[in-house]
């Protein structure tokens, strides 16, 4: 909200504070000041000068037109392209030497074959307008010679502020008044007192749905759509940083800085029968200001009439009803409308407006009838119209009061506030206030959030100064630390990071696209109703969406070898409708808490992991994702299994099924051939995911997880190479081959896999790492071999092993 500080000053007469105290008052408040603009200061040398003569020069292309302007002390001969004024208008005129915005310096000089002594100045060269068809022709009183920087009041200083959703008031020139009255202990001038006109049976307005609980309509006949806005009311519009339209679109834009109520106007000749608001049908449409027609929803909330929808209630008029340069009647809405109705319907058409803006923080519903009011006496001494009939459809709930003990500041700010304080800043925010040591506080209409105690106390504490609440620590209370959950996801974390993979955070938001191209839309991903992105519309089933994704953003950015793992929330399954939303106001009941939690989806936690490139000096291959889930489990102290699989997005003959307790709980496996073309990823890219949950909630019920003996002695090592049959899994092998070695086993690696015309035809060669360690002794080479020896045996019993040289 930009805040020109003259307007400002016009309610706040007793304000002398420079522009920065202004400023750090308001920030110190609680309001956003972004930044002070100073305007005005910049121009030197312009003054209001009379053109006396206009010679057409037609030698060349374009209009070129050679005047005479008298400023009072001598005559100039300038050259203007502009063809809106004629003799005798009176005109800006810079000076040679005179200066404007942006540091453009006037001088005399030739052009067009003529001497050029200045320049007649426009709207955009002053800084009223961001652009301006022509010359800016001022008013026939305007004294000659006169400083046109002072006689426009060009010098200004503009508040620019950021406001929060919460203050909503803010969004006019009256609640920024407001607040700087009470920063400053000044009186404050209420514009929105302005008494209304009693009403009279004027334009037939039905209000059919109860998103609108106010309705004012007020008639206005004998406008004079020629007539152009005064330099006044420009100066102040595009100050607060709106452009300038037409008399009518001005006067309604102006109330609205002014006091914070949109409004809007219909031309009256085109309305047909009574106006309705009610919501949209299917299969309505509407043509807004905009140029666009749109499809509406069941969901918008409408002006109507006999033809159709008129306007986009609280957001846009329509095209039909515009008031256009032959207007002469029209029909003013000052209307009030639910937020949150609006700000579906802005984001639903994707169509911000600064009414809808005002709309869904909360607009004042006093204020209808005093900014219609305002709006009438505008147009009515700037374009000659006649106020007619008043509307006033007023459906308001009367306001809540609210219970606050007058104590509770001083709990909350941990500083004394004595009772005179509290009800002071009170009744600064507009509050109506009773009682005694429990204070019964009706809130302003202005000020929707005030809805309990804590916004009361919030308010007197900021009124009162953030900078005077002690700074303090509490004492906090002594802690529980991590539940035992928490200490086993994080030490799952820490496992994949040691297994040299780095963690991503993706966001739960898919597009369904790359859900059906993984093969995961079984598990029926829920559909958000009002997603952030039209192309992402889906919540992740899977953490392998987000896994990809990322994948294939770091492999763009020129990293070959990737290898990435998160864990986070999956979603699965629709959900099914609540049957009554429980309000806000008050905390819902254990019950519908309950039944809330039964709506939602199932949301898992999962782990995944997803590599690309070359890891350990080889291609990534399945057993990698394998190798890292397997120590994940083992972290854990749950055991996993592994046996052959064929699950979606994985190469059929290369996915591996990860069992614990002989359940699946996971996958892992090298992406299909045309899931990897398809996405762009490097050839065998691999990928897994299993249920972190499922796995934590084994390793809970399994008690501590037994620390590892550590051996001093020194290990040692030997490798064998066993002959299977294709179809034999390595898992499987590997599992027989701890069995038959014994405790002295320490470790087990699958380094190799060989296939060819040396081990046989169906046939393939499984070269496994061991390492033997005792936890008393050094191991002598008899009893490894001896334990070897005892593996070889017992994978050959299993699984017909033969050692690979024997």
């Known amino acids: 909200m930009r805040v020109p500080l003259s307007w400002l000053r016009t309610f706040v007469p007793e304000l002398t504070a420079t522009p920065d105290e202004i400023a750090a008052a308001l920030l110190r408040a609680g309001l956003e000041v972004e ?272 033809s159709g929808p008129i306007a986009l209630a609280g957001v846009m008029g329509g095209a039909a009803t515009e008031i256009s340069e032959a207007t002469t009647g029209i029909l003013l809405e000052s209307a009030h409308f639910e937020p949150s109705s609006i700000t579906r319907t802005a984001r639903r058409h994707r169509l911000p407006s600064e009414a809808s803006k005002r709309y869904e923080r909360g607009v004042d519903p006093d204020l209808a009838p005093a900014a219609a009011e305002a709006a009438v006496r505008l147009l009515g001494e700037l374009g000659g119209a006649v106020a007619g009939p008043v509307t006033d459809v007023d459906h308001r709930a009367p306001r809540p009061q609210l219970q606050l003990p007058v104590d509770k500041p001083g709990q909350v700010a941990g500083r004394a506030y004595d009772r005179g304080t509290v009800l002071q800043r009170l009744a600064d925010i507009g509050c109506e206030v009773t009682g005694d040591q429990v204070l019964l506080v009706t809130p302003p209409p202005w000020r929707p959030d005030l809805t309990g105690p804590a916004e009361l106390v919030e308010e007197v504490i900021r009124l009162e100064g953030y900078d005077t609440v002690p700074v303090a620590l509490p004492t906090a209370p002594a802690g529980r630390g991590l539940t035992d959950s928490q200490r086993l996801r994080r030490r799952a974390s820490r496992s994949l990071a040691a297994a040299g993979l780095v963690e991503v955070v993706t966001p739960p938001f898919v597009a369904e696209s790359l859900v059906e191209g993984l093969g995961q839309s079984h598990h029926q991903p829920p559909r958000l109703l009002n997603p952030l992105s039209e192309e992402e519309g889906l919540l992740r089933p899977s953490l392998l969406p987000g896994l990809v994704t990322a994948l294939l953003r770091n492999v763009g950015r020129g990293l070959p070898d990737v290898a990435l793992y998160e864990t986070g929330s999956v979603f699965r399954g629709a959900g099914t409708p609540v049957a009554r939303v429980p309000k806000t106001s008050q905390r819902p009941t254990d019950e519908e808490l309950a039944a809330l939690d039964a709506a939602l989806p199932s949301q898992p936690r999962h782990a995944g992991v997803a590599l690309a490139g070359r890891r350990a000096g080889r291609a990534v291959a399945v057993g990698d994702a394998v190798e890292v889930f397997l120590a994940l489990g083992q972290a854990l102290g749950v055991t996993l299994t592994v046996t052959r699989g064929q699950e979606a997005p994985y190469h059929p003959g290369r996915c591996a099924l990860l069992l614990l307790d002989g359940e699946p709980v996971g996958a892992a496996g090298e992406l299909h051939p045309r899931v990897v073309a398809a996405h762009g990823l490097p050839p065998r890219s691999v990928a897994g995911e299993v249920d972190l949950d499922r796995l934590v909630q084994v390793a809970a019920a399994g008690g501590p997880v037994a620390a590892p003996v550590v051996s001093s002695y020194p290990p040692s090592s030997v490798d064998v190479a066993l002959v299977v049959a294709d179809d034999v899994l390595a898992a499987d092998v590997e599992r027989s081959v701890r069995a038959g070695a014994g405790e002295l086993l320490e470790a087990i690696r699958l380094f190799d896999v060989f296939t060819g015309p040396q081990v046989g035809e169906g046939r393939k060669s499984l070269a496994y790492a061991l390492r033997f360690r005792a936890p008393d002794r050094t191991l002598t080479d008899v009893e490894v071999l001896r334990a070897r020896d005892t593996a070889v045996a017992r994978a050959a019993a299993d699984h017909g092993a033969v050692l690979r040289g024997a």
């Not at 309705?276 to 027609?293: K, P, S, Y």
């Open 35 to 306: 930044q002070v603009h100073r305007y005005g200061d910049d121009i030197t040398g312009v003054v209001v000068g009379r053109v006396l003569d206009v010679e057409e020069l037609t030698d060349f292309k374009k209009p070129i037109r050679f005047c005479h302007v008298d400023v009072g002390s001598r005559v100039h001969e300038v050259v203007c392209g502009a063809t809106n004024f004629v003799a005798g208008d009176l005109v800006p005129f810079a000076l040679p030497g005179a200066s404007l915005p942006g540091g453009f310096q006037i001088a005399t000089r030739q052009t067009y074959n003529r001497t050029s002594d200045g320049m007649i100045c426009s709207a955009a060269e002053l800084g009223l307008a961001e652009s301006s068809p022509g010359i800016l022709v001022l008013p026939a009183d305007s004294p000659l010679g006169a400083d046109v920087v002072d006689l426009l009041q060009l010098r200004d200083e503009v508040l620019d502020i950021a406001v929060t959703p919460d203050r909503g008031y803010s969004l006019s020139v009256r609640g920024v008044a407001r607040e700087t009255a009470t920063a400053f202990g000044v009186p404050f001038v209420d514009p929105g007192l302005l008494a209304a006109a009693p009403v009279d049976g004027g334009y037939d307005v039905q209000l059919d749905d109860p998103g609108c609980d106010r309705y004012v309509a007020r008639i206005v006949t004998g406008f004079d759509p020629t007539l152009p806005s005064p330099p006044w009311l420009q100066r102040r519009l595009v100050r607060a940083g709106m452009r300038p339209i037409s008399l009518a679109v001005d006067v309604t834009n102006h109330v609205m800085l002014e006091l914070g109520q949109p409004l809007h106007a219909f031309d009256l000749a085109t309305l047909q029968g009574a106006v309705v608001v009610r919501r949209a049908t299917e299969g309505e449409r509407l043509v807004t200001l905009d140029g666009q027609e749109r499809a509406l929803h069941p969901g918008d909330l409408l002006i109507t009439d006999d």
